[in-house]
């Protein structure tokens, strides 16, 4: 008895680590998926360094308690698979999400996003947002615009002048 506790703690303890050094968590519902469907979320979610893991929903409750996050447990009912990913804020919630939009069967159930614990739609939010390399393409085609526009009015002029002395 004793030795079936301490390893709980053990893996409680281990759970709770998970989630602190998390920079994003996606609590799904997988119940419905099939092995292979699984399989395929798997493998996608691991080459996106994501990290996907089956947890007592017991040991997950004590765990999300012992780090701050007890809102999570309300959503800790039923067989809970748990995305955890300690590099890519968005790579979670983006592969999930749209593995959900072929497979109804999965459903996005809470997160936690940098530390705040975030409802499904917060989650589905993130997920829908353009990749960092999207938000910098648009940054950067932002701050060009003045310059191209400038570049095109002085051609413009120098066009005019052009055809005025000639």
Not at 81 to 90: H, I, L, N, P
Not at 95 to 106: G, M, P, Q
Not at 127 to 137: F, I, K, N
């Amino acid at each position: 008895m004793n030795k079936a506790i301490e390893t709980k703690k053990v893996q409680v303890q281990e759970i709770a680590e998970k989630f602190q050094s998390a920079a994003s968590v996606v609590v799904v519902d997988y119940r419905g998926l099939n092995v292979a469907q699984l399989t395929e979320l798997r493998k996608q979610l691991r080459e996106a360094g994501v990290e996907f893991k089956v947890f007592k929903n017991s040991l997950t409750r004590r765990a999300t308690e012992s780090v701050g996050f007890e809102a999570l447990n309300e959503h800790l009912t039923g067989p809970n698979a748990v995305a955890f990913s300690t590099e890519d804020v968005v790579a979670p919630a983006k592969i999930i999400n749209d593995f959900a939009k072929t497979n109804e069967a999965l459903e996005i159930k809470a997160g936690v996003i940098e530390g705040t614990v975030a409802s499904a739609a917060d989650v589905k939010a993130l997920a829908e947002l353009p990749s960092r390399d999207g938000l910098l393409s648009m940054l950067l085609s932002v701050l060009q615009a003045p310059m191209r526009n400038f570049a095109v009015v002085t051609k413009a002029v120098a066009d005019q002048k052009e055809e005025q002395g000639a």
